[in-house]
């Protein structure tokens, strides 16, 4: 079953603008780690910032913050100020421990295109 | 810095054959990874190992095997390459602190086409 749901297959966004993509998950682990990454067309997977669940507060990384909300399983990135360097892939993933260590579950991903 | 390397950037291979893709990293991680990835699809895991000569499987492990003979290097093995083992294959590695914050570092991936 999918554990982690990302509904936006592309977004837009104007530069200097601020975006939010959404990212839901499925997990009755009370202790669990939501990571999102971004994958410019180059390929590389670049790791932008990471929310645990037992944290208070919602996680914030330069441009980048978490709109984590625990009741709903919910772990939206927001992007303000866009750029056009953040037209990208981005992917919600969600840490799972197994016995021998730590796997990351990825959502299917959405393609941000920043415009002038 | 984490510098994670595979081999390849790009790869063409025949059906049937051997195909090897090596990953190194640097930084003296325990944990690595193999995901490949495809439109649609996201990044699925096929293997990971958490310290040398350890190994699990993943979500889709069939057609593939791997090796960590040293802490540094995780190979990815198709025995019998397939059309349908066409795909982005990236490699990750993460450090095991006990901290479970440590996110996984990526190399550029291998776009592999299996003609």
């Known amino acids: 079953a999918q554990k982690i749901t990302q509904t936006q297959p592309g977004m837009f966004v104007q530069e200097k603008e601020a975006v939010t993509l959404d990212c839901t998950y499925d997990t009755s682990d009370p202790s669990y780690g939501l990571f999102w990454y971004k994958q410019p067309s180059s390929g590389e997977m670049i790791f932008l910032i990471y929310q645990g669940s037992y944290d208070q507060q919602n996680a914030t990384e330069g441009r980048y913050s978490l709109n984590f909300q625990k009741a709903r399983k919910s772990a939206n990135l927001v992007i303000s100020a866009s750029q056009l360097g953040d037209s990208a892939m981005y992917f919600c993933a969600m840490r799972e421990v197994t016995n021998s260590g730590y796997a990351l579950n990825f959502g299917k991903g959405t393609s941000l295109l920043v415009t002038p | 810095d984490v510098k994670v390397t595979q081999s390849s950037r790009y790869l063409v291979k025949r059906t049937g054959e051997k195909v090897f893709l090596e990953c190194v990293q640097d930084?003296?991680?325990?944990?690595m990874f193999w995901y490949r990835q495809d439109p649609g699809l996201g990044l699925r895991l096929i293997y990971f190992?958490?310290?040398?000569?350890?190994?699990e499987k993943g979500d889709i492990p069939e057609g593939y095997s791997v090796s960590r003979e040293k802490k540094e290097r995780f190979s990815l093995i198709l025995e019998s390459a397939s059309t349908n083992q066409t795909s982005m294959y990236l490699c990750?590695?993460?450090?095991?602190?006990?901290?479970?914050?440590?996110?996984?570092?990526f190399g550029d991936g291998t776009r592999l086409s299996i003609l």
């Open positions: 990750a590695s993460r450090l095991s602190d006990g901290y479970s914050n440590q996110p996984q570092h």
């Open positions: 190992s958490y310290d040398v000569k350890m190994k």
């Open positions: 930084m003296d991680h325990e944990n």
